[in-house]
């Protein structure tokens, strides 16, 4: 049984990558043209504009960058930017700054498409700016050698994303003869589908940038020849295969992931679903809860704040959180830390009384066993407790464990036994399929950070 299902993996992983893919693309295609077409122009402008204007560069990239480009340039190595750091810890955080943008370039298409534009906008004429400055500077050959071996890919992906959010705000501004919320359903599972597609080869460009585009004594010729068959994959895959694909075995619209737009807007809870799907489903119990979520959301907020405010001696000048994109991620410990110990409960309890009211709220809704609500509480303080006795270590445990107690909270919960009963239980469930709820786990946590940045 066990080699039945790894094989059915595979070939559902296989399937992706040969049919859904190829499939979603073409139907992507004319969404794909715009925002390439939005990027080139974006970057012409970019380059446009540095030339006529000698200090463009420092207001797109800031005077400490500019010039700090500019000493590299007259010491002889442009390109030492991509080398002060570790390979590794720089192929991190890029490969997470870029998935952002990426997912913020997709998910801005919910504003009628207008928000993706702006990302495409702002990104093609910073690119532009850039490439400009080196051939203002006469290091052009260089620095395109050096910046495309990861650029490549790295653009490739934001303009495929873009291409994902203008089919999102597409399906809400020309719904068809559906109504608007059942177009928005079919063209987010479609975009995500996309998405989830691209995430690898943002991935891939992060460590091509961490590990490759450092070695600028590599020949040009090995250099532009990679470049070229970074440029030829992408053309291939995502623009000619889908072509090819479709003209052999067809197409129809509603094929592509399965989609019927005019499906009833519910959650079907006894089905088993791909990763898209549970995103998109996860959309749709935000739409449908958001009253009752947001209301608890708000009243913990403010009596956490006034707690700490009135209970600590801190002032508020203490509480500094940066305000760059990663400002949030940077200090995601402190949330976890608080100078009275009891203000724990502040915390836990909301946590606690959010994960009920969801339990309640879903149709059909999970039902207690004994006493559910006291060992859901066990569950969420024993959570509480491992973050805020290993804050150092936060940033590990909250992926990795994440998806563990997320599933320990129902199993606990819902089912009948000790609440360390259902923990084996717990582990059961996650046998083999664990690391895809990483990944899903991550991929949401992404989303949701995104839009916690507005």
């Known amino acids: 049984m066990s080699i039945k299902k790894r094989k059915s993996s595979k070939r559902k992983l296989l399937t992706f990558w040969t049919e859904d893919m190829p499939r979603v693309m073409y139907d992507a295609r004319s969404e794909l043209l715009v925002s390439f077409l939005v990027f080139a122009v974006s970057m012409a402008i970019g380059m446009l504009s540095c030339a006529m204007d000698e200090n463009f560069l420092e207001v797109i990239l800031g005077n400490d960058y500019t010039e700090m480009t500019r000493e590299n340039i007259r010491s002889g190595d442009p390109m030492r930017v991509y080398k002060q750091r570790g390979e590794l810890s720089m192929s991190l955080g890029i490969a997470v700054n870029n998935l952002t943008v990426a997912f913020l370039t997709f998910?801005?298409?919910?504003?009628?498409?207008?928000?993706?534009?702006?990302?495409?906008?702002s990104n093609g004429i910073m690119v532009g700016a850039f490439q400009f400055f080196f051939i203002k500077e006469g290091v052009f050959v260089e620095s395109f050698l050096t910046i495309w071996i990861h650029g490549t890919l790295e653009i490739?992906?934001?303009?495929?994303?873009?291409?994902?959010?203008?089919?999102?705000?597409?399906?809400?501004?020309?719904?068809?003869?559906?109504?608007?919320?059942?177009?928005?359903?079919?063209?987010?599972?479609?975009?995500?589908?996309?998405?989830?597609?691209?995430?690898?080869?943002?991935?891939?460009?992060?460590?091509?940038?961490?590990?490759?585009?450092?070695q600028t004594e590599t020949p040009d010729l090995?250099?532009?020849?990679?470049?070229?068959?970074?440029?030829v994959f992408v053309i291939s895959y995502f623009v000619i295969y889908p072509r090819l694909y479709v003209q052999k075995y067809g197409f129809t619209p509603n094929s592509v992931g399965k989609l019927v737009a005019d499906k009833s807007l519910s959650v079907e809870w006894l089905k088993i679903k791909t990763d898209s799907d549970i995103i998109g489903d996860t959309f749709l119990l935000f739409r449908?809860?958001?009253?009752?979520?947001?209301?608890?959301?708000?009243?913990?907020?403010?009596?956490?704040?006034?707690?700490?405010?009135?209970?600590?001696?801190?002032?508020?000048?203490?509480?500094?959180?940066?305000?760059?994109?990663?400002?949030?991620?940077?200090?995601?410990?402190?949330?976890?830390?608080?100078?009275?110990?009891?203000?724990?409960?502040?915390?836990?309890?909301?946590?606690i009384l959010l994960t009920y009211l969801t339990f309640l709220h879903i149709h059909p809704p999970v039902q207690a066993h004994g006493l559910g609500v006291l060992k859901l509480a066990v569950v969420v303080a024993v959570w509480y407790s491992m973050i805020a006795f290993t804050e150092a270590f936060s940033y590990i445990l909250v992926p990795f464990l994440g998806p563990i107690v997320l599933l320990?909270?129902?199993?606990?919960?819902?089912?009948?036994g000790s609440v360390f009963k259902t923990l084996g239980e717990t582990f059961q469930l996650l046998k083999k399929q664990y690391g895809k709820m990483v990944g899903l786990f991550l991929a949401l946590s992404l989303i949701g950070f995104i839009f916690s940045m507005f």
């Open 156 to 214: 490739s992906a934001i303009i495929i994303a873009g291409a994902a959010g203008i089919a999102i705000g597409k399906g809400i501004v020309f719904p068809s003869t559906y109504s608007r919320l059942k177009s928005f359903q079919q063209s987010a599972r479609r975009g995500l589908k996309i998405m989830m597609g691209i995430v690898p080869i943002i991935i891939l460009a992060a460590f091509f940038e961490g590990f490759l585009t450092r």
């Open 408 to 416: 320990w909270a129902v199993t606990s919960y819902q089912e009948t």
């Open 222 to 231: 090995i250099r532009g020849c990679f470049i070229l068959i970074c440029l």
């Open 107 to 121: 998910v801005m298409g919910v504003f009628y498409t207008l928000g993706t534009f702006i990302v495409l906008i």
């Open 288 to 351: 449908k809860n958001i009253t009752h979520w947001l209301l608890l959301v708000l009243i913990s907020a403010a009596t956490y704040t006034t707690a700490a405010f009135l209970l600590t001696e801190n002032f508020s000048i203490t509480f500094l959180f940066p305000a760059n994109v990663f400002g949030t991620f940077s200090v995601f410990y402190q949330f976890f830390i608080n100078d009275i110990p009891w203000m724990a409960l502040v915390v836990m309890i909301p946590v």
